[in-house]
């Protein structure tokens, strides 16, 4: 008899812009601390981490902006969409985030949610420095000439 396991659906949510605006130095995955409501409609995919971003409040790390849209199903026990979320790390990986995002132009950023294997939400962080124009015009061009590489193979 095979095992039915409910957590098939597979949820990736991205912040596409991230990776476009920041420089990746290292990146952690971290848990977070959610209402019933929140997760549910995670599983449905229904999370922005467009403006989100992570701070720290007396030692603890945060991630503020992040919209989760209300969850349909529930009565009157709904949460609030935009909210302050804690993140759960270690507390070694918490003091070397903290001192290395006091440093000049590192920020911390929420990269993806994802569901693990066992059922929890996950969100993957990254220590990024900001890109310059320069930079992300030169990120364009490796990418274009990625793509005619590909092209010419096929062709």
Request: proline letters at 1%.
């Amino acid at each position: 008899m095979a095992k039915d396991n409910k957590f098939d659906k597979v949820i990736n949510i991205k912040n596409r812009k991230a990776s476009f605006q920041f420089e990746f130095v290292d990146t952690y995955v971290a848990g977070m601390v959610l209402k019933g409501t929140e997760i549910k409609s995670i599983r449905e995919a229904k999370v922005s981490l467009n403006e989100a971003f992570c701070l720290f409040l007396d030692g603890e790390l945060y991630v503020r902006q992040m919209h989760i849209s209300p969850y349909s199903m529930a009565a009157s026990y709904n949460h609030v969409a935009i909210r302050d979320r804690k993140l759960l790390l270690s507390k070694k990986e918490l003091e070397k985030l903290e001192t290395k995002s006091q440093e000049k132009g590192l920020t911390i950023i929420p990269v993806r949610i994802f569901i693990n294997d066992r059922g929890m939400a996950k969100m993957e962080i990254a220590l990024g420095r900001g890109k310059k124009s320069q930079d992300k015009r030169q990120d364009l061009k490796e990418k274009d000439a990625k793509r005619e590489i590909q092209r010419m193979a096929f062709d």
